[in-house]
Nanobody, 123 residues
Framework: QVQLVESGGGLVQAGGSLRLSCSAS????????MGWFRQAPGKERDFVAA????????YYADSVKGRFTISRDNAKNTVYLQMNSLKPEDTAVYYC????????????????WGQGTQVTVSS
């Protein structure tokens, strides 16, 4: 069982930056692939970024490639999402998710989810 708690969301102007954090419980955090997803009002939950259990081979949605960076610190049971050059279309609730084993970009593959943190980008 893994419990996830996101933090770091907020209101930022276009072009600004935010860093989201996701703290995980459980001693086997290092065995889980981790992902970030987001959901805007009235839209489906979409993939943003994911990272393997070892921290290698990050994956990104095309819409955030070159602006967002996912990383993890297994010693701290934490995964991060550094978001730069934010745009109004990045406004959404951002969710952290975990799955045992191989990393994927599919929402349905993830077993554990945090409660979400709101990111609002003003123009």
């Amino acid at each position: 069982q893994v419990q996830l708690v996101e933090s770091g969301g907020g209101l930022v102007q276009a072009g600004g930056s935010l860093r989201l954090s996701c703290s995980a419980s459980g001693r086997t955090f290092g065995s889980y692939a981790m992902g970030w997803f987001r959901q805007a009002p009235g839209k489906e939950r979409d993939f943003v970024a994911a990272i393997t259990w070892s921290g290698g081979s990050p994956y990104y949605a095309d819409s955030v490639k070159g602006r967002f960076t996912i990383s993890r610190d297994n010693a701290k049971n934490t995964v991060y999402l550094q978001m730069n050059s934010l745009k109004p279309e990045d406004t959404a609730v951002y969710y952290c998710a975990a799955k045992y084993g191989m990393v994927t970009t599919r929402t349905d593959d993830y077993d554990y989810w945090g409660q979400g943190t709101q990111v609002t980008v003003s123009s």
